[in-house]
């Protein structure tokens, strides 16, 4: 838990301030940062408390006359993207938002997230200013209260990493998950592949153009979906790996195939243009505001009508579908199980993604 008291002292450093070895010792410096950082823009009513741990109300995890008990969704997740600022968002962005996507992927409401800072000495305490508030800002945008967390610093030059984990409630009777997938079902695809990734490879590289990442929280994704009642087989954010390795770990975990069309998945102009001057395939592209759903075929109009309306859904379409149902036994053989369909009506198998993708991308 953090300890808060009261003004940074730090390190200058060219007219800034800079994390240093003291900032991790316990002592008033880690007092003073927590107090002046984090507090200024974490504080709530559970946090404000400094306890060693967070208390909060089980009744808003259920409402026992309506729902009953229901589950408690809980995740956890690290995030070492470099750059730690990139167009589109920022390290502190993308690990509220990939936390929470990741309870919402199970049906959750996310409520709680706890979050652990590894600083290292010379990170530059504006910078890391303009990351906890942009936590700060999502996390509300959200709903959601961070209610815990940690702070360390080590050696190094400036960098940062983040640790977090969401707690959220899933409704009793909601059961959503990558091995409910059945034939026939739909796979919908909540819109563009390879911003995240382009955009990252484009900072590093120092490549101008106009990518931003779609780093984003999916709630009115996945919300819109849950609040029409559709019977979502499964949801999952289309994250490190790309399309290709969700696909095969849904086929795998629901022992079926899949079959989807290359000309119906969506790119924009520029994101093509890069992947193609690179080499770069979409299909294993990370992306941060993506996700895909696996509805049953008689819902699969009125799930790409709702998800449409959204925000984040603007650009959904259905992409393919579980083509077959294998048999128990086939769960470890060879066989295919995610088929690309190209423009010109050949296939080609898509893998899992082997080897190192593009390292610290989120």
Partial sequence: MWHMVQKQKGVKGEGRMKITMAHGGGGKDSADLMKNIFGKHFG??????????????????????????????????????????????????????????DLLMMGAQPLYITCGFIM???????????????????????????I?????????????????????????GREIGAANCKKGDKILLSGTLGEHHSCILSARMEIEN????????????????????????TMRDVTRGGLAT?????????????????KDIPLSAEVKGLTDILGLDPMYMANEGKMIAVIPEKEAERALASVKKTAHGKEA?????????????????????????????????LDMLYGEGLPRIC
């Fill in 44 to 101: 709530n009513e559970i946090l404000d408390k400094m306890e060693d741990a967070a208390l909060v109300d089980p009744s808003l995890f259920c409402n026992t006359k309506k729902e009953g008990m229901g589950k408690i969704a809980c995740s956890t997740d690290s995030f070492v993207v470099t750059p730690l600022e990139f167009p589109g968002g920022d390290i502190g962005k993308l690990c509220v938002c990939g936390t929470l996507n």
């Fill in 120 to 146: 290292e000495e010379g990170l530059e305490t504006d910078l890391l200013e303009r990351i906890v508030l942009s936590m700060a800002e999502t996390a509300k945008e959200a709903g959601v209260k961070i």
């Fill in 148 to 172: 815990a967390g940690d702070t360390k610093v080590i050696e190094g030059s400036g960098g940062l990493y983040i640790n977090t984990t969401g707690i959220g409630h899933v409704p009793s």
């Fill in 210 to 233: 106009g990518i931003r990442s779609d780093c984003a929280s999916l709630s009115d994704v996945a919300n819109a979906l849950l609040d029409a009642d559709i019977n979502v087989r």
């Fill in 246 to 262: 969700v696909l095969n770990e849904i086929a795998e975990s629901s022992s079926c195939e899949m079959v989807i069309r290359e």
């Fill in 317 to 349: 379409v259905i992409i393919g579908e579980v083509s077959e149902s294998l048999p128990v036994s086939a769960a470890a053989d060879t066989a295919a199980r995610v088929t690309l369909i190209t423009p010109l009506g050949g296939t080609r198998v």
